[in-house]
T-cell receptor
Framework: GENVEQHPSTLSVQEGDSAVIKCTYS??????FPWYKQELGKGPQLIID?????GEKKDQRIAVTLNKTAKHFSLHITETQPEDSAVYFC????????FGAGTRLTVKP | GAVVSQHPSWVICKSGTSVKIECRSL??????MFWYRQFPKQSLMLMAT?????????EQGVEKDKFLINHASLTLSTLTVTSAHPEDSSFYIC??????????????FGAGSRLTVL
């Protein structure tokens, strides 16, 4: 079955800096890669996703890149703000979704 | 690290029957559990949020009488799909979070349960 690994587990950056979270997956059949943001006390919310026919997708300060050959994908947040502080989860899916273990991002003002 | 066990991993049932899916936190007390549904090739849809000892909070559009959620203890939540129909066939995922004091305040996902209703 699919196995998703996510790094780092914690990440602390200064406001305005960029943050990068990386994930690898094992099942080459996976074709959908969403990223979720979970704020304290709330359920995870989808922030961006990418499908396997695309190498990069951008939405304002958030971008995701996908390297199908290497089976890894990354979340990039630019110009970070304190409200970006949360736990971020990557996931990979063909039919059944599998999640990474999460990255706790802290943005220091 | 925190582990969430979901059971069964897959189940096939006849239309009209009820199916129960269990979500257990194995090494921490889960104060809050979430239930999701994933449609093929789509993102998760949050169905409900369940806090131990209280009634689940359902998302808009999710039928409470159809999807019964029970969170009777700090380590177990169940989702019962009542009178299942083929359109209920889906992949159901739970997640759980504990308290910061317990060291399990990061959301942990179960492996999911695939339900097929014939």
């Amino acid at each position: 079955g699919e196995n998703v690994e996510q790094h780092p587990s914690t990440l602390s950056v200064q406001e305005g800096d960029s943050a990068v979270i990386k994930c690898t997956y094992s099942d080459s059949a996976s074709n959908y890669f969403p990223w979720y943001k979970q704020e304290l006390g709330k359920g995870p919310q989808l922030i961006i996703d990418i499908r396997s026919n695309v190498g990069e997708k951008k939405d304002q300060r958030i971008a995701v890149t996908l390297n199908k050959t290497a089976k890894h994908f990354s979340l990039h947040i630019t110009e970070t703000q304190p409200e970006d502080s949360a736990v971020y989860f990557c996931a990979a899916s063909d039919n059944d979704m599998r999640f990474g273990a999460g990255t706790r991002l802290t943005v220091k003002p | 690290g925190a582990v969430v066990s979901q059971h069964p991993s897959w189940v096939i049932c006849k239309s009209g029957t009820s199916v129960k899916i269990e979500c257990r936190s194995l090494d921490f007390q889960a104060t809050t559990m979430f239930w999701y549904r994933q449609f093929p090739k789509q993102s998760l849809m949050l169905m409900a949020t369940s806090n131990e000892g209280s009634k689940a909070t359902y998302e808009q559009g999710v039928e409470k009488d159809k999807f019964l959620i029970n969170h009777a203890s700090l380590t177990l939540s169940t989702l019962t799909v009542t009178s299942a129909h083929p359109e209920d066939s889906s992949f159901y995922i739970c997640s759980a979070t504990g308290t910061e004091e317990s060291g399990a305040n990061v959301l942990t996902f179960g492996a999911g349960s695939r339900l097929t209703v014939l």
